[in-house]
């Protein structure tokens, strides 16, 4: 095994009800983390690779996951500041905006990252509000896992107004999360290769109950997303070794 296969990889979910199910399959075990913020971290051995695997936790204040953009930043640079991961894997549940996708569909994001609500009307950083971050896509891996491509965006509402909505479909955006451009940005930062999988939870539509729908569906979606992630692992390792 080379040397950048010695190094673990990262595994990062928002909220404790996604990653549940892969704590569970992979014999996680909790590290001691010295920080006064909330994130948990967890490390498990698969085919003899070190897997470290975060969840932003509990805020302290409203006592919910600290889901959305900020906390995945600062869990993002936890992790690849004192990890040094090979590779990271953010893996979480996503609102459904192409129509043709259903409940509990994974797909392996296989476009740049863009923002779809950081609207800024200034015309040297238009480019900089949609980040276009890179991900790593290995479609004949892809296609072994049965696994879709897909474009995603994501913002820091569950919901869709009116503008957010045109803008996904201006940027044709299959799927939209909370999460994964911000761990993106701070992925090509520390120039480690980064991977989206998410798992459909919801249709993507103005005047929708979104979190009913949400709720409703998360635990068949997570236990899709954990099953294909569990495979998906393996195959990169295999590879890798």
Not at 220 to 227: D, F, I, M, P, T
Request: hydrophobic residues 50%; aromatic residues 8%; negative net charge.
């Amino acid at each position: 095994m080379n040397e950048r296969a010695t190094q673990p990889i990262a595994i990062m979910f928002a909220m404790r009800a996604e990653a549940e199910p892969f704590l569970q399959q992979c014999a996680a075990q909790r590290l001691a983390v010295d920080s006064p913020l909330p994130i948990e971290l967890y490390q498990a051995t698969m085919a003899g690779l070190p897997l470290i695997i975060s969840v932003n936790g509990k805020d302290q204040r409203y006592a919910v996951d600290r889901i959305a953009t900020e906390a995945a930043a600062v869990s993002a640079y936890i992790v690849l500041q004192g990890y040094q991961p090979s590779l990271l894997i953010s893996a979480g549940t996503c609102g459904a905006v192409n129509p043709l996708l259903q409940v509990a569909d994974v797909l392996w994001v296989d476009q740049p990252i863009c923002y779809h609500d950081h609207r800024i009307p200034l015309a040297e950083f238009a480019d900089y509000g949609l980040g276009r971050y890179p991900v790593f896509f290995d479609a004949a891996i892809a296609e072994s896992l049965a696994l879709a491509g897909g474009c995603l965006s994501s913002g820091n509402s569950l919901d869709v107004c009116a503008a957010d909505l045109q803008q996904l479909q201006l940027l044709g955006s299959d799927i939209k999360e909370m999460e994964a451009a911000a761990i993106a940005r701070l992925c090509e930062d520390f120039s480690v290769p980064f991977i989206a999988l998410k798992a459909v939870t919801n249709p993507v539509k103005v005047d929708h109950d979104a979190g009913a729908v949400f709720e409703e569906n998360l635990a068949r979606s997570v236990q899709a997303l954990s099953g294909k992630l569990y495979a998906l692992l393996q195959e990169l390792i295999t590879r890798e070794n």
